[in-house]
């Protein structure tokens, strides 16, 4: 069966830092891509960031470029969410995604993660 674990939410300060992690299994993850999407209460939810385990390569959103960092273990089929300088408007819960194809919608992405809630105080 395919997992996705996102786990590392918490109540932060402004500017502060967190690390969210996703932990994956059940399918092949050195093929995959792996996303990151918020979604804020009342608002849609938005693509954050998302990374191709086959090189590397990864994107962002323009509102966390600069201040969040993905990242990939291929040894231990996780990726982590490197997210500093964190806003009050970071504040969401936090899921990640598995596909086979790489790119920011959520329509290409097959196998989700329970979310994990993010708070920043202000």
């Known amino acids: 069966d395919v997992q996705l674990q996102a786990f590392g939410g918490g109540l932060v300060q402004a500017g502060g830092s967190l690390r969210l992690s996703c932990a994956a299994s059940?399918?092949?993850?050195?093929?995959?891509?792996i996303a990151w999407f918020r979604q804020a209460p009342g608002k849609e939810r938005e693509g954050v960031s998302c990374?191709?385990?086959?090189?590397?390569?990864?994107n962002y959103a323009d509102s966390v470029k600069g201040r969040f960092t993905v990242s990939s273990d291929r040894a231990k089929n996780t990726v982590y969410l490197q997210m500093d300088s964190l806003k009050p408007e970071d504040t969401a819960a936090y899921f990640c995604?598995?596909?086979?194809?790489?790119?920011?919608?959520?329509?290409?992405?097959?196998?989700w993660g329970q979310g994990t809630l993010v708070t920043v105080s202000s």
């Open positions: 995604a598995a596909s086979y194809r790489y790119g920011s919608s959520p329509t290409l992405y097959t196998y």
């Open positions: 059940g399918f092949t993850f050195d093929d995959s891509a």
């Open positions: 990374i191709w385990n086959t090189d590397g390569g990864a």
